[in-house]
Each structure stands twice: as C-alpha cells, then as structure tokens.
C-alpha cells in the first residue's frame, strides 16, 4: 500500500496512469478536495490537495515509491509505503497477478 498528496487531480491521475501501465500498483483510489496543513520551511502551511492510496504487492513496494518520488511534480514529495498485514483472499489474489512492465 501507499500513499500520497498531489496538488491537483491531473497530476495525481498522471502518475497513477504510469504506476498502472509500469505495472507497479493495480489500483489507486483518487481522492479530491483534501485539506493538507503542514509545516515546510519552518511555516505551517495549508494546501489543497489531491490524496492517492495505492495498491500493490509487498515485493513491488519498495520500486512503486521510489517512481512515483520520480514523477512526483513537488520538489519533495510525502510519499509513504507500507504493507497489508491482511486481505481477503479475492483481493490478494487480485494483486498477485500483477506484473510490472519496466
């Protein structure tokens, strides 16, 4: 799994349409109108902001964070990964199929 704020939905659905045809994620669930407040540069800061959680598999995770710190539009990107301790099995299935394309 991961996760990730982007500043808009045409830069979070172009590096979700990489991670996809790559084949380093199988989904990712797009979410709009988030309200971001952080601290950059010393300042709390407020943004809005587009959230993306992605799925994958636990042996591709480490490669899906790494492109998607590629392509991520932001000088520093909050992008953060971890691993699904339980799935149901349909789901799970689901994601050992997937295949990269690198």
């Known amino acids: 799994m991961g996760w990730c704020p982007f500043p808009d939905e ?5 590096a979700l349409g990489t991670l996809l045809r790559e084949g380093l994620v199988a989904c990712g669930n ?10 950059w540069q010393d300042e709390i800061q407020t943004a809005r902001e587009v959230g ?15 492109r998607l710190a590629q392509l991520h539009p932001y000088e520093e990107p909050a992008v953060l990964g971890w691993h699904c ?11 050992s199929a997937l295949a990269p394309r690198t």
Do not use: C, E, H
Not at 10 to 14: G, I, K, N, R, V
Not at 30 to 39: D, L, N, Q
């Open 10 to 14: 045409a830069a979070a659905l172009a």
């Open 30 to 39: 797009v979410i709009p109108g988030m309200t971001s407040v952080f601290v």
């Open 52 to 66: 993306v959680l992605f799925k994958t598999r636990t042996d591709l995770l480490d490669r899906a964070v790494s």
């Open 85 to 95: 301790d339980a799935g149901a099995p349909q789901t799970l299935a689901w994601l």
